[in-house]
T-cell receptor, first 114, second 110 residues
Framework: SAVISQKPSRDICQRGTSLTIQCQVDSQVTMMFWYRQQPGQSLTLIATANQGSEATYESGFVIDKFPISRPNLTFSTLTVSNMSPEDSSIYLC???????????FGDGTRLSIL | QKEVEQNSGPLSVPEGAIASLNCTYSDRGSQSFFWYRQYSGKSPELIMSIYSNGDKEDGRFTAQLNKASQYVSLLIRDSQPSDSATYLCAVRGSQGNLIFGKGTKLSVKP
């Protein structure tokens, strides 16, 4: 399976600031996704990162709050903007290498906002 | 709204026993089903994938799928304390993404 590197692994941020999370894959992948896992909860899809075009956001998530880039088939970034304590979560990058393949996850970014 | 339901547990079994984890899903058209294991503080790790009705075995793990009943299960034989984790059932959505259940916390007692 693809090797997924996600940075940073954790961060503590001040309210009102923004943080960009990077996801690098060691091979070209079909699809890249960003998920959020709030404390004690399951995973919720934020958006699908589309190569060369705007990301597709799920209900409840907007581009102004979570801008996403995917400049090529191996790299994507998620920015969490104007952070508040409610944004304290684990953010996970996931990739799909083929239509009938399972998804694999990066190690996640553990984000705490003070 | 596609949904995946799991019993949140906690499910406690003694070491060496069979742990049975269950999951139901709402979209009858779903074709791809996955079980992930998540240790505390870690990201989800794929355990099993299943696409056809019936059983699929991999070592101590058996996934079972019944599309008519919209039911997926995971059996863990000879449970070990190292199997203690949260198990997430996931169904592939129409966009290729995964729709997750809330997870079942399994505790295997020595």
């Amino acid at each position: 399976s693809a090797v997924i590197s996600q940075k940073p692994s954790r961060d503590i941020c001040q309210r009102g600031t923004s943080l960009t999370i990077q996801c690098q894959v060691d091979s070209q992948v079909t699809m890249m996704f960003w998920y959020r896992q709030q404390p004690g909860q399951s995973l919720t899809l934020i958006a699908t990162a589309n190569q060369g075009s705007e990301a597709t956001y799920e209900s409840g998530f907007v581009i102004d709050k979570f801008p996403i880039s995917r400049p090529n088939l191996t790299f994507s970034t998620l920015t969490v903007s104007n952070m508040s304590p409610e944004d304290s979560s684990i953010y996970l990058c996931s990739v799909l290498t083929g239509a009938n393949q399972p998804q694999h996850f990066g190690d996640g970014t553990r984000l705490s906002i003070l | 709204q596609k949904e995946v339901e799991q019993n949140s547990g906690p499910l406690s079994v003694p070491e060496g026993a069979i742990a049975s984890l269950n999951c139901t899903y709402s979209d009858r058209g779903s074709q791809s089903f996955f079980w992930y294991r998540q240790y505390s503080g870690k990201s989800p790790e794929l355990i099993m994938s299943i696409y056809s009705n019936g059983d699929k075995e991999d070592g101590r793990f058996t996934a079972q799928l019944n599309k008519a009943s919209q039911y997926v299960s995971l059996l863990i034989r000879d449970s070990q304390p190292s199997d203690s984790a949260t198990y997430l059932c996931a169904v592939r959505g129409s966009q290729g993404n995964l729709i997750f259940g809330k997870g079942t916390k399994l505790s295997v007692k020595p």
